[in-house]
C-alpha cells in the first residue's frame, strides 16, 4: 500500500524552534519516525508548527495539493504526543484529508488540541504524552493503517484501540430497547453503573478568586462579533477563522458611530443601537473611576463565536490568554451572546 505520512519540522529534520517557521516541505520515503512504521512511506509532508499555526490556510492548501498529485491509501500524521502545535496541525490535516476521501490516521495524547481539530473524522491512536512513547505508538498506528488501506470497516474504538470520533453506527441488537433499559437500571441499582452511550466534556478547573480587585488589571474579551463600524478586517458572521484585537485608548464607550457586531448568530439590532451592551466599556471606566477595578488593559479581543469548531475556538482562547499573561492581566469579563 501507498503511505503519506505528515510531521513537523522537528520529525522531518528540517530544525527545532528555529525552523519552526518553515513552510510546507515535500520529502521522498520516510523521514524521522515514519521509518519506524513498518510501511511503504511514499513521501513526508512536513510544516513548521509555527507556520501551520499562523499560516493554517495556505498550509493546508499546499499540503493537500501534494496529497492530491500522491493519492495515497492513507495519510499517517504524527504521533505528535503532547505538543499542543504538533497536533492541532496533524488533527486538522488529518481531517481535511478524511473529508477528501483518504483514510487517515493521528497519533496523539488524548489531551492534545488536535482531537479536536479532527472533529472525528480520523482515527487517533491514543499516546504517551511524552516523546518517550514513539516505540509503543507507531505500531498500534500502522496496524490501524494497514487494515483502513484495504477498506476494512473498523469495529467500536475500545475495541480497536482508537479514541471515540463521536460517531454513531446502527447494529442489531437482540434484545429491544425497553429490554435493554431495564437491565442497565437493574445493574446500575446493584452498583453496576454503565450506559451505551458516552459522552466527554472538557473539565475545567476555575482559576482562582482575584485577591483585590481595585489593584487588579481587567481586560475585556468577546465573541460578540463588536468591531469598528465597516468590519475593516473581515472578520468572519460565522465559523471565524481569527480573533481580533482594537485599541482601547481614550475611548470611554463604544460609540454607535464607530462600533457594530457582526455576529451571524442573532438578531444584532437592539445590540448595535448601544454597543456597550455586548461588551461594557463605559461601566469599567465607571469601576476604574472610582477605583472598584485598578486598571482596564487597553486592548479590546475580539471573534465572532457563531458556528466557530471547538477545536478553533480553543486555540483562539490558548493564544488570547498568552497575550493576557504576557500584558499582566488579572481578571478578564468575557462576554457572549
Request: with cysteine; hydrophobic share 40%; proline share 7%.
Amino acid at each position: 500500500m501507498k503511505v503519506a505520512h505528515y510531521v513537523n519540522q522537528f520529525f522531518a529534520g528540517l530544525g527545532g524552534e528555529d525552523a519552526a517557521g518553515t513552510g510546507p516541505v515535500r520529502l521522498d520515503g520516510a523521514v524521522g519516525p515514519g521509518k519506524g512504521l513498518g510501511l511503504d512511506v511514499a513521501v513526508t509532508l512536513a510544516a513548521g508548527d509555527d507556520y501551520f499555526g499562523e499560516h493554517e490556510e495556505d498550509a493546508l492548501a499546499q499540503l493537500l495539493r501534494w496529497l492530491d498529485e500522491e493519492q495515497p491509501e492513507v495519510l499517517i500524521c504524527g504521533p505528535s504526543f503532547g505538543s499542543g502545535r504538533y497536533g492541532y496541525a496533524c488533527g486538522s490535516f488529518a481531517r481535511e484529508a478524511a473529508r477528501r476521501g483518504v483514510p487517515a490516521v493521528c497519533g496523539m495524547h488524548p489531551e492534545s488540541p488536535g482531537v479536536l481539530a479532527a472533529e472525528g473524522a480520523a482515527y487517533i491512536v491514543p499516546t504517551d504524552v511524552k516523546v518517550t512513547g514513539m516505540r509503543d505508538a507507531l505500531p498500534r498506528m500502522a496496524a490501524l493503517a494497514r487494515r483502513l488501506a484495504a477498506g476494512e470497516t473498523l469495529g467500536p474504538p475500545d475495541q480497536e484501540g482508537y479514541l471515540p470520533r463521536g460517531l454513531r453506527r446502527n447494529e442489531i441488537a437482540e434484545l429491544t430497547g425497553a429490554q435493554r433499559a431495564v437491565d442497565l437500571l437493574l445493574a446500575k441499582l446493584a452498583g453496576d453503573v454503565r450506559t451505551e452511550v458516552t459522552a466527554a466534556f472538557d473539565d475545567v478547573p476555575p482559576p482562582p478568586p482575584v485577591v483585590d480587585m481595585t489593584t487588579a488589571t481587567v481586560a475585556l474579551v468577546t465573541e460578540s462579533g463588536l468591531v469598528p463600524r465597516g468590519n475593516p478586517d473581515r472578520l468572519e458572521s460565522n465559523r471565524a477563522h481569527a480573533w481580533l484585537s482594537y485599541s482601547l485608548e481614550g475611548l470611554d464607550g463604544f460609540e454607535v458611530a464607530d462600533w457594530e457586531s457582526v455576529h451571524g448568530g442573532y438578531d444584532t439590532s437592539v445590540a448595535n443601537a448601544d454597543p456597550d451592551r455586548l461588551v461594557p466599556l463605559d461601566v469599567v471606566r465607571h469601576l476604574v473611576a472610582e477605583g472598584s477595578i485598578g486598571s482596564l488593559h487597553e486592548t479590546l479581543y475580539t471573534t465572532t463565536g457563531n458556528s466557530t469548531p471547538v477545536a478553533t475556538a480553543a486555540k483562539f482562547g490558548q493564544e488570547i490568554a498568552q497575550r493576557l499573561r504576557d500584558a499582566g492581566v488579572q481578571a478578564v469579563i468575557l462576554t457572549g451572546t
